[in-house]
């Protein structure tokens, strides 16, 4: 049975989502940040990632916790290499860091051809499709892993989790040739800890060999989970170790205390890395492709011919996201499940803010 979404403006949404920031002792721009990113994950359909997500994860590990700092600067380290910059991100709210370094990363590429900023010290920055995408829609190739919040993923033949989330997200301009940016994102487990609580909040089971309980035996209740598994098996597994070992060379320390502020042992650390990478597609051109095709010509070819062969039907990443945002366009608005208004609604009563009504708005 399909379900009922109700539409939100966006201003709306943007501006609940940045009074509740706000309320928390964030700055403005922090804020706007917050909720820029809150909006375009729930504009395309990342409902694991949105406002509620990210308040809630700031509640329980950020400032409510001392996992992030309000009103913090951010530190530029010294580097010996032009194309590159090294932060210390001082705790600042993740979606202002990782915003500030995407387009520092290419503000690099346009001048150096690649682009390349690390950041340690920082908190989890949520979607990180959000940000390869636009880069990819700037006409950019992007790429950016980050440590989760927790390690919550038990590792491949092993019964502790020690890993975290760890996703790996990728974006390829290819607007030209699709209509949309290619955007590659995945969390390394089966499913992320915001999709159990999706799954909670809505009454649904989780899919087989995802999860773990208590005692460390598979189970698909929700409710029940307690950590996760990483998805393939073992190249789950060697994609989420990429993760901690990026962050381990730029200072991260261990996954088993990452914002646990309780259980930080003296001279540990306990928070999140980022890693961002961004290259101009000129940079990487050899200029021989074939039958004298142009640069984007030639991924338009490749394009197609992975779409030829009767497999017209095959889905391309970032095709869902596209039709998602092609969707709310079409609505004029974010589009909401009750239980999510509903969630919405407990955070405009804790920032004082008027709530939403569903009676007022329109449903899909």
Request: glycine residues 12%; hydrophobic residues 40%.
């Amino acid at each position: 049975m399909a379900e009922t979404f109700y539409v939100v403006p966006e201003s709306d949404h943007n501006a609940l989502v940045a009074a509740a920031y706000q309320h928390r002792g964030f700055n403005a721009t922090e804020a706007a940040a917050g909720a820029k990113l809150c909006a375009e994950a729930s504009r395309h359909g990342i409902r694991t990632h949105n406002g509620i997500k990210a308040l809630h994860l700031d509640h329980l590990f950020g400032s409510a916790a001392g996992g992030c700092q309000p009103n913090v600067e951010i530190e530029e380290k010294p580097s010996r290499f032009a194309a590159t910059k090294i932060w210390n991100a001082n705790r600042q709210l993740g979606q202002a860091t990782a915003y500030a370094a995407i387009e520092e990363a290419m503000r690099l590429a346009d001048e150096y051809g690649v682009g390349m900023v690390s950041v340690d010290n920082a908190f989890h920055y949520l979607w990180g499709g959000g940000y390869v995408m636009e880069a990819a829609k700037r006409g950019y190739i992007a790429y950016t892993n980050c440590t989760a919040a927790l390690a919550e993923v038990v590792p491949f033949g092993g019964k502790f989790p020690t890993l975290g989330t760890n996703p790996h997200s990728w974006g390829l301009p290819t607007t030209d040739a699709l209509g949309w940016p290619i955007v590659i994102d995945w969390a390394t487990s089966v499913v992320s800890m915001g999709r159990v609580q999706q799954f909670i909040r809505e009454g649904q089971a989780l899919p087989p060999h995802a999860a773990v309980d208590a005692a460390g035996n598979p189970t698909t209740d929700p409710a029940a989970a307690k950590a996760l598994l990483p998805f393939g098996a073992h190249k789950g597994y060697g994609l989420s170790l990429i993760n901690e070992l990026i962050g381990a060379y730029i200072g991260g320390s261990l996954p088993t205390i990452r914002n646990r502020w309780d259980n930080v042992g003296e001279g540990e650390k306990g928070t999140c890395c980022f890693f961002f990478q961004v290259w101009h597609p000129d940079a990487m051109a050899g200029g021989n492709f074939a039958r004298g095709r142009s640069q984007s010509e030639n991924v338009k070819a490749v394009l197609d011919d992975v779409r030829g062969h009767g497999n017209e039907a095959c889905l391309l990443p970032g095709q869902m996201e596209a039709a998602a945002g092609a969707l709310s366009a079409q609505h004029g608005g974010l589009l909401f499940s009750a239980a999510e208004i509903e969630g919405f609604n407990a955070l405009a009563t804790e920032a004082g803010q008027p709530g939403w009504s569903i009676k007022t708005l329109k449903s899909v």
